[in-house]
């Protein structure tokens, strides 16, 4: 027992200091920050022609399609932007839920504690992996009142991940109808933003959005955990006022 205390005190606490500090760089690697081109360099007609799912545009990035696999930094482009965390809006739609950064969180009337009812309509498997490890010692989730539950009854969001079958559509509906009022949907991940590399396949849908309405998109391909850490943060508007960098 000594051993294990004296090996924690040599380590110290290894738990992240975010959201009261930036995340560090291993928290927020290079590819999690957006992909912006270069000034100097206009958008060649290469790196459209090279993006693997049509991400880049005259006018920039649709994050919400970027997979950040990097094809485009030879093209002039650099991760260079912020870290790309949670948007209210999904770039390619305009018209849909109306930013909420620096506005009224949904969940702001719960307080200091939400539960999240994690839904797995179809993914890979890594944006799981990257949103159960904020329940990790590093991340600690429990520590900003944040907790995972078994049961839609007990949850307050709705967190989505992977790209959906039309299998999980309805067992989706039914989670999002079982959660009480009020409540918040987060779709996290390229896949459950709008497809990500099967966007446009046979017997999937284009999104999240298009099954239930969503209140955050967590761009990335997966996600870092701080990113699912900052989505959440949103709900109950206890964000980091200045953008992490
Ligand atoms: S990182 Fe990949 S997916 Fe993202 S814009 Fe560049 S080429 Fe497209
Ligand atoms: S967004 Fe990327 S990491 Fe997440 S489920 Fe889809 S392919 Fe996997």
Avoid at 42 to 62: E, H, L, M, Q, W
Avoid at 112 to 128: E, K, T
Wanted: hydrophobic share 40%; proline share 13%.
């Amino acid at each position: 027992m000594f051993g294990w205390l004296g090996r924690s005190a040599a380590r110290g606490i290894l738990t992240t200091r975010y959201p009261d500090a930036p995340p560090t760089p291993s928290e927020a690697p290079v590819s999690a920050h957006a992909p912006e081109p270069r000034p100097a360099v206009p958008i060649s007609p290469n790196a459209v022609a090279g993006c693997p799912v049509r991400a880049i545009a005259p006018d920039g990035v649709d994050q919400g399609r970027c997979i950040r696999c990097a094809r485009c930094l030879a093209q002039g482009f650099e991760f260079s932007g912020p870290v790309a965390l949670a948007t209210a809006k999904r770039p390619d739609r305009p018209e849909g839920p109306g930013a909420i950064l620096g506005g009224a969180a949904p969940l702001a009337r719960l307080g200091r504690s939400i539960h999240v009812f994690l839904v797995d309509v179809g993914s890979c498997n890594a944006c799981n992996l990257e949103v159960l490890s904020i329940a990790h010692p590093q991340y600690d989730a429990s520590r900003l009142g944040i907790f995972f539950t078994n049961s839609p009854r007990h949850a307050d969001v709705l967190l989505v991940v992977g790209v959906p079958t039309e299998a999980m559509v309805e067992p989706l509906r039914r989670a999002y109808d079982a959660i009480p009022a009020p409540k918040a949907v987060v779709a996290t991940g390229a896949c459950a933003i709008r497809g990500g590399v099967f966007e446009g396949t046979p017997g999937l849908r284009s999104g999240v959005d298009e099954i239930v309405p969503v209140d955050l998109y967590v761009p990335g391909c997966p996600p870092p955990p701080v990113a699912v850490l900052d989505a959440l943060l949103r709900l109950i508007g206890r964000e980091r006022t200045e953008a992490p960098t």
